[in-house]
Antibody, heavy 122, light 106 residues
Framework: QVQLVQSGGGVVQPGRSLRLSCAASGFTFNIYTMYWVRQAPGQGLEWVALISDDGSNKYYSDSVKGRFTISRDNSKNTLYLQMNSLRAEDTAVYYC???????????????WGQGTLVTVSS | EIVMTQSPATLSVSPGERATLSCRASQTFSSNLAWYQQKPGQAPRLLIYGASTRATGVPARFSGSGSGTEFTLTISSLQSEDFAVYYCQQYNNWCSFGQGTKLEIK
């Protein structure tokens, strides 16, 4: 079955960096677009970044553009989110998610990681 | 950007009764809309996609309808496990979520 197992969250000071990972299994990783979606405490869901199946296309929300970098290693079936210049407003649970439709850039999400909490605080 | 607005923010309903949750889009589109259920400490769970198609394993008491700018999630007879937060998501133009409706026990 499809599994997305996340790691890498924690507490970090403002202005510092953190990298999240999402290890995929149970499906052919290199043919699916992948997303990062976040949820601030007590708030709704916000897409953060997406990357195409071969890693050639990457898109970011305005709130993280220029600070976050999404990447993937298809040989390791792993998705990454490098977060630089972190701010207090980046505090959230971050989820990786797989698109549900092959070939689609925007779609609904059947499969989600378990989430990892990132807290930006001095 | 398509802004999704859910109402009400909180809905109090008794077990066994019907719940109707609304989601309004700032721009019109046909059916690229999904609904999710989220319980505390858990990832969202897909319930409905294509505005009205139930995801695998979702009970028949959950139904979705609507098109254009108005969409509805209906839970026909609430069970104890249905009390949670529900989000709508459009995927017609990039991706955006509503702010959620908390369904609580009356």
């Amino acid at each position: 079955q499809v599994q997305l197992v996340q790691s890498g969250g924690g507490v970090v000071q403002p202005g510092r960096s953190l990298r999240l990972s999402c290890a995929a299994s149970g499906f052919t990783f290199n043919i699916y677009t992948m997303y990062w979606v976040r949820q601030a405490p007590g708030q709704g869901l916000e897409w953060v970044a997406l990357i195409s199946d071969d890693g050639s296309n990457k898109y970011y929300s305005d709130s993280v553009k220029g600070r976050f970098t999404i990447s993937r290693d298809n040989s390791k079936n792993t998705l990454y989110l490098q977060m630089n210049s972190l701010r207090a407003e980046d505090t959230a649970v971050y989820y990786c998610a797989r698109v549900s439709l092959l070939g689609a850039t925007t779609t609904y999400f059947q499969h989600w990681g378990q989430g990892t909490l990132v807290t930006v605080s001095s | 950007e398509i802004v999704m607005t859910q109402s009400p923010a909180t809905l109090s309903v008794s077990p066994g009764e019907r719940a109707t949750l609304s989601c309004r889009a700032s721009q019109t589109f046909s059916s690229n809309l999904a609904w999710y259920q989220q319980k505390p400490g858990q990832a969202p769970r897909l319930l409905i996609y294509g505005a009205s198609t139930r995801a695998t394993g979702v009970p028949a008491r959950f139904s979705g309808s609507g098109s254009g700018t108005e969409f509805t999630l209906t839970i026909s007879s609430l069970q104890s496990e249905d009390f949670a937060v529900y989000y709508c998501q459009q995927y017609n133009n990039w991706c955006s979520f509503g702010q959620g409706t908390k369904l609580e026990i009356k």
